[in-house]
């Protein structure tokens, strides 16, 4: 019997200058770099809708948004990881010059077929773990629906959902609000 080789792992150093160049985004997880799968229309659609409602809102306020070109770095005890989520929003921005951003306070993942899995599981796990995260927002893009995971005063999350074309989530956090009728604008979903 043949023992399966461990993979070489890629230091952090190396993998931003590799995306620095690549044409592909990857997600690196403790060393272990994965290619991205690409969207749907409506992921990237509904993606852009967010990021339209939440600019406006935020302009000249402490707060800035951060569409899917902008990685996030987290850091664990004993690894570190980077995703590019479909839309943060920070209000204390690494320098412009930085290639990531390590402080969300709310982060926006667009669930389809290809990402549900990942972004419900690991990367939800993940995220919930930044201690800046005040709000995660998991976006359906088959239907007007939204799974809110809002941290409590007294420690964790509370889970909220929202559905129907009517819904606004009011986002406190950055003195904001979203929408459905702005982030699902031109979806053809109920």
Do not use: W
């Amino acid at each position: 019997m043949t023992a399966l080789k461990k993979p070489d792992l890629v230091s952090v150093e190396d993998y931003l200058a590799g995306e620095e160049q690549s044409e592909i985004k990857h997600e690196y997880l403790g060393g272990v770099i994965h290619a991205m799968a690409g969207g749907t229309n409506d992921h990237a659609a509904i993606a852009m809708n967010a990021g339209g409602s939440l600019v406006p809102q935020l302009r000249g306020k402490p707060c800035r948004t951060f569409g899917s070109d902008a990685k996030l770095k987290i850091e664990f005890p004993d690894h570190i990881r980077f995703y590019y989520p479909d839309l943060q929003v920070v209000c204390r921005p690494n320098p412009g010059n930085d290639h990531f951003q390590e402080h969300p306070v709310l982060v926006i993942e667009v669930l389809s077929e290809s990402t549900r899995r990942t972004d419900m599981g690991e990367k939800k796990d993940a995220y919930l773990a930044i201690p800046s995260l005040k709000v995660l927002l998991l976006v359906e893009s088959d239907r007007p629906r939204v799974i809110a995971y809002r941290r409590r005063a007294s420690g964790g999350f509370e889970v909220e959902e929202y559905t129907g074309r009517d819904a606004v989530i009011a986002l406190p956090e950055v003195d904001a609000e979203l929408p459905f009728a702005e982030l699902y604008d031109g979806i053809g979903v109920g």
